[in-house]
């Protein structure tokens, strides 16, 4: 189950082959692997080596992604394999995102469907690690979710190539895009080893074009991540490029990993972060990681009712019509899908 042949590959001269999923576009010789170290070059064809290899399975609140204008309250079936194409200093997977070993469990893309039917999910999620390095993986469940009414959905760090947006975008619905540092090509190279930016801004209008819809992130770090000038500059791209309405999510770094010793973003530096993004005139800013924070609610961009009020991952409270118009003005929110109440408030892991 676990080594399965690539997609979107191209051999080379001399056995060797270049994989085009992300946009490292590694050049792989005969029996080495590429850099994220689960897709290797088998005799000249590349394979993926944690196809069917699950090394984490939970069943979330889609809030948790974060996704906040689509399809709200439903639970998703989560799903990881080991790898990353980024080595980022303050992962927060780094157990199962640099394992080398390439641990996991044998469960096949008709088996984690079933999972989450049982489990009343209504979709699945590609998370925690990088979805692009198990990207043969996710397309098999994805095709398999789409014929059963699901929705997919990717948490990705954006690197992916055009080609592997084109190539996954008729069965992606949904994709939160993170950034870090705002964006900083300085910070990238020096905390994640990603040698430019460019191939994020890329992929978003790639995302677009096929339809996805798009949430964005961005960690904010103290000190080494937080310029605000930063965060002004990715929120005027996001606003000129994929409009106004697009939710932007500002998250709280904790320390993890490599970076144990850089403290906590305090929740003054967030509150800056949120009014420079809200000043540039994106109309859903948000915080994340800031329990019960007024930033962690939705409110109407015309008359500034609250709309949506929430707890971490769960909502609390609903205004909205059901066509989700604001109750008081009539604006239409832009939320895809529909308002799921499963019960469930909190995050648990198969395994
Ligand atoms: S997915 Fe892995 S092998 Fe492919 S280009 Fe990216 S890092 Fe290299």
């Known amino acids: 189950m676990s080594t399965h042949e690539a997609m979107l590959y191209e051999k080379k001269e001399n056995n060797r082959v270049q994989c085009k999923l992300c946009a490292r576009r590694c050049l792989i010789n005969d029996s080495a692997k590429g850099f994220c170290l689960v897709r290797k070059n088998e005799?000249?064809?590349?394979?993926?080596?944690?196809?069917?290899?699950a090394v984490s399975a939970a069943v979330d609140p889609i809030g948790k992604k974060p996704l906040s204008h689509f399809n709200p309250g439903a639970l998703v079936m989560s799903i990881a394999t080991a790898g990353c194409n980024f080595r980022c200093k303050f992962c927060d997977n780094?157990?199962?995102s640099q394992d080398q070993k390439i641990p996991g469990k044998n469960f096949p893309p008709d088996e984690v469907v079933k999972t989450a039917r049982e489990k009343n999910c209504y979709g699945?999620?590609?998370?925690?690690?990088?979805?692009?390095?198990?990207?043969?993986?996710?397309?098999?469940?994805?095709?398999?979710?789409?014929?059963?009414?699901?929705?997919?959905?990717?948490?990705?760090?954006?690197?992916l190539t055009p080609e592997a947006v084109k190539t996954i975008g008729p069965v992606l619905d949904a994709a939160t895009v993170d950034f870090k540092g705002g964006g900083d090509p300085d910070f990238?190279?020096?905390?994640?080893?990603?040698?430019?930016?460019?191939?994020?801004?890329?992929?978003l209008k790639e995302f677009r074009r096929n339809g996805v819809h798009i949430e964005i992130?961005?960690?904010?770090?103290?000190?080494?991540?937080?310029?605000?000038?930063?965060?002004?500059?990715?929120?005027?791209?996001?606003?000129?490029?994929?409009?106004?309405?697009t939710p932007f999510h500002l998250l709280r770094f904790h320390p993890d990993y490599k970076m144990t010793t850089t403290p906590g973003t305090n929740v003054e530096l967030m509150e800056k972060a949120y009014m420079t993004a809200r000043n540039v005139g994106l109309n859903y800013v948000y915080v994340g990681n800031l329990p019960r924070h007024p930033a962690?609610?939705?409110?109407?961009?015309?008359?500034?009712?609250?709309?949506?009020?929430?707890?971490s991952f769960e909502i609390t409270k609903w205004k909205l019509t059901k066509d989700m118009h604001c109750p008081v003005c009539e604006h239409k929110i832009p939320i895809i899908g529909q308002l799921h109440q499963t019960g469930a408030r909190f995050p648990y892991a198969l395994f």
């Not at 390095?133 to 954006?158: C, W």
Request: with cysteine; glycine share 6%.
């Open 43 to 53: 005799d000249g064809i590349l394979r993926s080596l944690v196809y069917g290899k």
């Open 296 to 311: 962690e609610n939705t409110y109407c961009p015309q008359c500034n009712e609250l709309l949506i009020k929430r707890h």
């Open 188 to 203: 990238y190279k020096s905390y994640s080893s990603v040698p430019t930016v460019e191939p994020i801004y890329e992929a």
């Open 217 to 245: 992130t961005n960690l904010v770090i103290p000190k080494i991540g937080d310029s605000m000038d930063r965060i002004k500059e990715m929120a005027s791209w996001i606003k000129e490029t994929l409009g106004p309405d």
């Open 94 to 96: 780094w157990m199962i």
């Open 124 to 159: 699945i999620s590609y998370t925690y690690t990088e979805p692009t390095v198990f990207f043969e993986y996710a397309y098999d469940i994805a095709k398999l979710a789409h014929q059963v009414g699901f929705f997919n959905t990717f948490v990705t760090n954006g690197y």
